[in-house]
């Protein structure tokens, strides 16, 4: 295989040394060993997270925490707010789930949610749970989430589901004083760890409401992973290695200092944006462009796959064709997790390269 470096938004690039840490021996995750190695991880998400809620961690892609958080978050009817294809996926979540539910789409893809709509759609009373996504990793939006979140507090009794990957750890979300319900990200995003686990929070309102619900399932019964916790190991057996990697790399943003890692987010995406802006166009709206990735949408009608082709062929660098319907419209440049500025600029000027500017 020719590995290449990712500039994707997800996976994104995991660091040699975040890959090694997979190579610790296995242990019991029903042994001592494990509950002091969980114990210790637990605090450390909830630090992220700014939150007295139950931090858990699923060994299953974040798809799975989303229809979690509807098995055991909704009863009467929800709304799945959506700028873009994973909100879609959560409306199709929902149905698949056997619950009632309506679609909010923003005006159009690449425009963000407005929270008026939002609030007007909940203010009719028929609503339990809203669905929403800080970062729409399809379109590159990146949702207003503090306003979205003070909304929300007019609606103490709708549980507010959030969809944070491509968001969590590369922008601040202080779940308390956001008052989310759920708040779930899978960790090969903007953790820059290797897929396969997700990170969730479930507030005391949700864990009640899980208690009550029907038909929930077990996989993902917040209530079973809150008994487990409570004894410092997981339902079932986790996936321990990426425990490791993801212990490994909680340890390093701290050592950044979540503030730097934040702002070093900021500085990648404002360089993208006004390169995107120089030699293209972007895709989102102004005042809602990602701080992880950078849609750009492919004004000079070029080969979206002849580009990556040359970048990959010739330097080993891999950026993502626009999703869904908007393949060879847009292309997608991540720039989230462990990546540099530099590492940017890098990327950048190989396709100022290819394009010949
Ligand atoms: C990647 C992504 C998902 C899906 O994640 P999986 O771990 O593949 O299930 C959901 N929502 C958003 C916003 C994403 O970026």
Redesign the pocket.
């Given at each position: 295989m020719k590995f290449k470096k990712l500039f994707i938004?997800?996976p994104t690039e995991v660091r040699k040394d975040v890959l090694e840490r997979m190579a610790w021996p296995m242990i019991s995750h029903r042994g001592g060993d494990f509950v002091a190695f969980f114990n210790q991880l637990t605090p450390k998400l909830k630090k992220l997270l700014a939150t007295k809620d139950d931090v858990f961690v699923s060994t299953s892609?974040?798809?799975g925490v989303?229809e979690g958080a509807v098995l055991n978050c909704v009863e009467k009817r929800c709304l799945n707010v959506t700028c873009g294809a994973?909100g879609e996926?959560w409306h199709e979540i929902t149905l698949a789930c056997g619950h009632e539910a309506d679609i909010l789409q923003s005006e159009e893809w690449g425009m963000a949610n407005r929270i008026d709509v939002v609030d007007k759609a909940l203010a009719t009373g028929k609503y339990d749970a809203v669905t929403m996504?800080i970062?729409?990793?399809s379109t590159g939006i990146m949702n207003d989430y503090h306003e979205f979140a003070e909304m929300m507090k007019k609606y103490p009794d709708v549980m507010f589901l959030v969809?944070a990957?491509?968001a969590m750890a590369a922008v601040d979300i202080k779940v308390d004083e956001l008052g989310m319900d759920v708040c779930l990200a899978?960790v090969?995003?903007a953790f820059a760890a290797p897929?396969g686990i997700?990170v969730f929070s479930v507030s005391e309102k949700a864990m009640e409401k899980s208690r009550k619900a029907k038909r929930k399932g077990y996989y993902f019964d917040f209530d079973v992973f809150k008994k487990y916790a409570e004894k410092g190991q997981t339902p079932t057996t986790p996936a321990i290695s990426l425990f490791y990697a993801l212990d490994y790399k909680i340890d390093q943003m701290f050592e950044e200092g979540l503030e730097n890692r934040y702002r070093r987010h900021v500085e990648m995406a404002e360089y993208a944006r006004a390169w995107a802006k120089d030699r293209f166009d972007t895709f989102a709206e102004d005042g809602y462009q990602s701080v992880t990735l950078t849609t750009v949408r492919n004004s000079r009608a070029i080969s979206v796959a002849d580009l990556s082709k040359f970048l990959a062929d010739k330097y080993a660098l891999q950026i993502a064709n626009g999703y869904g319907k908007l393949k060879e419209k847009t292309f997608r440049v991540g720039h989230m997790g462990d990546l540099t500025l530099d590492e940017v600029k890098e990327l950048l000027g190989r396709i100022d390269e290819y394009l010949g500017v």
């Open positions: 938004p997800g892609a974040s798809t989303m994973f996926r996504q970062n729409e990793t969809d990957v491509s899978g090969q995003k897929p997700t």
